[in-house]
């Protein structure tokens, strides 16, 4: 299968405090997004890093991708409540245009 | 911004029944998307489309699946004969295409068959 895997499934925190998030893979990338999902919302696309980079930043997002690792991390910095949510990584392919998901982290920030 | 959207939010239908379900990408993309997402699971794909044509569909897009874009903006999914595992969240995605990857998806059609 080429479908991501995250890790932790679920991730507790307090208001503050960083989370960091791992998603591994199987076979080879071309990219890797990810993106946050609100309980029953839709998917909302957070960042890309292609297969040649190796970190990207957007705000308090940092992503990292160590394709000889296949393995990719989220950091999320200062976390907030409102970063509660079920953050996906998603795998896309030289083969193909799909996108492959991950089973999620489940992320809590307590206030 | 632009963005995908999706109608309806909701669905209810009996087993059996057919149903569409609506989206309309954002306007200078290129490639569409189908995925679902039963309650709890991961999302997975069903099918892409690309230059008027169905380019990947996965497993479980079987024959009482089908998917069109009947005009300039609308893409749409049809289920023929509903099952009850059908019921799920139907997202449509749409990316631009090239150099671009980015795929940005609708908010969801919650798809409930009875």
């Known amino acids: 299968s080429q479908q991501g895997e995250e890790d932790p499934q679920a991730l507790s925190i307090q208001e503050g405090e960083n989370a960091t998030m791992n998603c591994s893979y199987k076979?080879?990338?071309?990219?890797l997004q990810w993106y946050r999902q609100n309980s029953g919302r839709g998917l909302v696309h957070l960042i890309l890093?292609?297969?040649?980079?190796r970190e990207k930043h957007s705000g308090r997002l940092r992503v990292t991708l160590d394709t000889s690792k296949k393995s990719s991390s989220l950091l999320i910095t200062a976390s907030r409540a409102a970063d509660t949510a079920s953050y996906f990584c998603?795998?896309?392919?030289?083969?193909?245009?799909?996108?492959?998901f991950g089973t999620g982290t489940s992320l809590t920030v307590i206030p | 911004e632009p963005e995908v959207t999706q109608t309806p939010s909701h669905q209810v239908t009996q087993m059996g029944q057919e149903v569409i379900l609506r989206c309309v990408p954002i306007?200078?993309?290129?490639?569409f998307y189908w995925y679902r997402q039963i309650l709890g699971q991961k999302v997975e794909f069903l099918v892409s489309?690309?230059?008027?044509?169905?380019?990947?569909k996965s497993e479980i897009f079987d024959d009482q699946f089908s998917v069109e874009r009947p005009d300039g903006s609308n893409f749409t999914l049809k289920i023929r004969s509903t099952k009850l595992e059908d019921s799920a969240m139907y997202f449509c995605?749409?990316?631009?295409?090239?150099?671009?990857?980015?795929?940005?998806f609708g908010p969801g059609t919650r798809l409930t068959v009875l």
């Open positions: 995605a749409s990316k631009r295409g090239g150099a671009y990857n980015e795929q940005f």
């Open positions: 076979t080879s990338i071309n990219n």
């Open positions: 890093i292609r297969s040649n980079e």
């Open positions: 998603a795998t896309g392919h030289n083969t193909g245009n799909q996108f492959y």
């Open positions: 306007s200078n993309h290129l490639y």
């Open positions: 489309f690309y230059n008027n044509e169905i380019s990947e």
